[in-house]
């Protein structure tokens, strides 16, 4: 099974104390992708193949452009385990468009599941977004907030499946409440 080739490579890159959160991110993608495959009755495999690999490139360090690049290192990733043709591309398709990027938008079923579920996945961990902006980027109190309100927005605008609002609702009510000026 592909999974259990790609499943510990993605968890052996997110080992890394400083990148020990993303696992959290990447299971918690796995895991809506494959609530709404059930519901939605998509193709799970390529689902979850495209959840474990949707972030690599981010995990690695590399935000810019992480989708684009992102579909092009999974393909790589999965000829190597002789992974079929038609499979790898509507997985780069599911990749390519996760993102809020305007340019590629989700065309198939289980692009947009991807789409949903990786922003589905940050009203769960929003540790790490503060993380971001207070410890890494180092922005103050106030400009942190603001970043973090209008990242949030952007996830809640992502969701357009409407079991993914229900379920992200009264996560993102109790995230406005915290972070309201
Ligand atoms: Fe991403
Ligand atoms: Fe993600």
């Not at 357009?160 to 609702?169: F, Y």
């Amino acid at each position: 099974m592909i999974i259990e080739k790609i499943k510990p490579m993605v968890i052996k890159l997110c080992g890394d104390p400083e990148h020990r959160w993303w696992r959290l991110h990447i299971e918690s993608v796995v895991k809506y992708s494959k609530l709404f495959a059930k519901k939605m009755n998509a193709d799970e495999e390529i689902l979850e193949v495209s959840a474990w690999l949707h972030d690599i490139q981010k995990i690695k360090g590399n935000r810019k452009l992480h989708h684009v690049n992102g579909a092009k290192e999974a393909e790589k990733i999965l000829m190597k385990f002789g992974y079929p043709e038609d499979k790898i591309k509507q997985v780069k398709h599911c990749i390519l468009t996760h993102s809020s990027d305007k340019n590629y938008p989700p065309e198939s079923k289980e692009a947009i599941i991807l789409h949903n579920a990786d922003s589905l996945s940050h009203f769960d961990n929003s540790m790490p977004f503060a993380h971001w902006v207070y410890g890494l980027d180092k922005l103050s109190i106030e400009n942190g907030r603001n970043v973090l309100i209008d990242k949030y927005k952007r996830d809640w605008n992502k969701l357009t499946l409407p079991e993914a609002r229900k379920i992200a609702k009264p996560k993102y009510d109790a995230i406005k409440i915290v972070l309201k000026k």
